[in-house]
């Protein structure tokens, strides 16, 4: 059994969701949510049906942890390899970062950003060792951890390494994001 319309702006607003991206989720336009929410329209059972599905899958989406998202293949440098490696494993699988390991533990993070500063210096990147040029760590965070907290770190950081302990067991990047649709 379907909840009360009158549930429809209360649940859309719980979920944080503007009325636009409630139509776009059910497949129908904003001034039919608008025109729903204010009671001046009775929808069909299709549509009210298309929007609760909607708000489901948004609690199911908010309840999914880092872990879930986590690409579990690491493509990582060691420090001690050249940055002419990295930038070839890199290149071979399209990544623009890797995190730098050393017996599985995250000791510094190798971006694009880090190869071109180097160069720009002066200096030759292919014979340097990626401990010469490599940056901060990635931000780290429990396999555990809500997806929101993956979200709002991923405003600031190129990617997240997804730890149990100090193991690493994944990494998320923006682009992982797109598994919670």
Known sequence: ???ELGEIGKRRRQAGMTQQQLASCAGISQSLVAKIESGTL????????RIFECF????????????????RKIFYAKPEETVEKAIETMRKHGFSQLPVLRQGRIV?????ENIVGFLRDGKEAGKAKVEDIM????ARISKDAQVEAVVGLLK???????????????IITRADLFKLF
């Open 1 to 3: 059994m379907l909840p």
């Open 42 to 49: 009775a929808p069909s059972y299709e549509n009210v049906k």
């Open 56 to 71: 489901e899958r948004e609690q199911k989406k908010a309840g999914r942890s880092a872990g879930e998202i986590a690409s």
């Open 108 to 112: 510094g993070s190798i971006s694009d």
């Open 135 to 138: 940056g901060e760590p990635f």
């Open 156 to 170: 600031y950081e190129k990617a997240i390494v997804v730890t149990e302990g100090e193991e690493v067991k994944g």
